[in-house]
DNA sequence: CGACACTCCTGATGGC
DNA sequence: TGCCATCAGGAGTGTC
């Protein structure tokens, strides 16, 4: 499932293609994806427009056009952008065709996934209650990670999926952060000293960093643009090890839920803490 | 406000 | 071999 480093994949793979680009042609098959707007809607804001940049931000995808609206697309679980996709390619539910030929598709089996074009002045306010801090933002040091635990009671693994504190973790990294951190994905945020804050922001970024440099991670069929499967599950710590041996200390890695997502830990590096909260 | 249950969707998986 | 139930999960919505 695309996360912070598979979108930032995406968007640096895919930026040297669109950039400076005009948007010749928007074919939308699937309304669910700008849903509830209508598909023609999207494809008069989009066609003729120059994409001036292509970034991310949190998970979420950025077209920045010349217009100064930007295309705001999100991947969800299964949603990939490929340039020039082969022939056949199945569940592709957008098509974007750029003025020098380049053929930009979104595929996306489950459905997920979403676009919308929201004014660049107005970009801001729509991410303000959705979206908290950047992982790579400088301003998200040990301070700030200990200022954002703070009174959080609802589990440390939960915590880190709200992308209202800190923007783009998802179910892969949250694992891989905590194990990194020796924190237990059930401890209480709030009961976090300094230097646990400090030890657990050094490990997000790490493990979002490992990510990133491997290209992202190939999990649901995720691809780069260009085609190429990811390669940082197969530098995956604990998540979906259940069973095989800790990195750590060699004892089996464990699998549990909380939230109602998958979570797994090592039960002797990351320890249990004393008490569960009421 | 925080926490949590529910919803969307479909390919993969497992049981019989 | 085929059928069916179950599962996975990011973010929006609704509820307490």
């Known amino acids: 499932m695309p996360e912070l480093p598979e979108v930032e994949t995406v968007s640096r793979r895919i930026a040297p293609r669109v950039e400076g680009r005009r948007i010749e042609a928007v074919e939308i098959n699937d309304p669910r994806w700008c849903m509830p707007d209508p598909p023609r809607l999207l494809e008069d804001r989009l066609v ?28 969800r679980m299964t949603g990939v952008l490929l340039v020039d996709p082969d022939d056949g390619t199945s569940h592709v539910r957008v098509v974007i065709t ?12 489950r459905r997920f996934g979403t676009g919308m074009v929201i004014e660049g002045s107005a970009l801001d306010r729509w991410f ?36 209202r504190r800190i ?13 990194r951190s020796g924190l237990h994905p059930l401890r209480e945020p709030g009961s976090l000293n300094r230097s646990q804050s400090a030890r657990l922001r050094d490990a997000v970024v790490d493990a979002l960093s490992a ?7 190939t999990i649901d069929d995720f691809r780069d643009p260009d085609g190429a499967w990811g390669a940082y599950q197969s530098e995956f710590l604990v998540h979906r ?10 004892r089996a890695i464990v ?11 090592c039960g002797s590096c990351q320890p249990r803490p004393r008490r569960r909260r009421r």
């Open 241 to 250: 090890r259940e069973g095989l041996p800790c990195p750590g200390c060699g």
């Open 98 to 109: 750029l003025d020098d030929g380049t053929l930009i598709a979104f595929r996306d089996p």
């Open 128 to 163: 303000a209650p959705r979206l908290g801090i950047e992982p790579f933002d400088p301003a998200f040091d040990a301070h700030a990670m200990h200022e954002l635990t703070r009174g959080r009671r609802a589990p440390l693994k939960s915590f880190l999926l709200d992308q």
């Open 48 to 75: 003729g427009e120059v994409v001036v940049a292509c970034r991310r931000r949190g998970k979420y995808l950025l077209w920045e056009l010349g217009s100064l609206d930007v295309l705001v697309m999100h991947l």
């Open 255 to 265: 699998r549990l839920v909380v939230g109602g997502r998958s979570t797994y830990c």
């Open 211 to 217: 990510g990133i440099d491997a290209g992202g991670a």
């Open 167 to 179: 923007a783009g973790i998802g179910n892969i990294y949250a694992d891989e952060a905590l194990f």
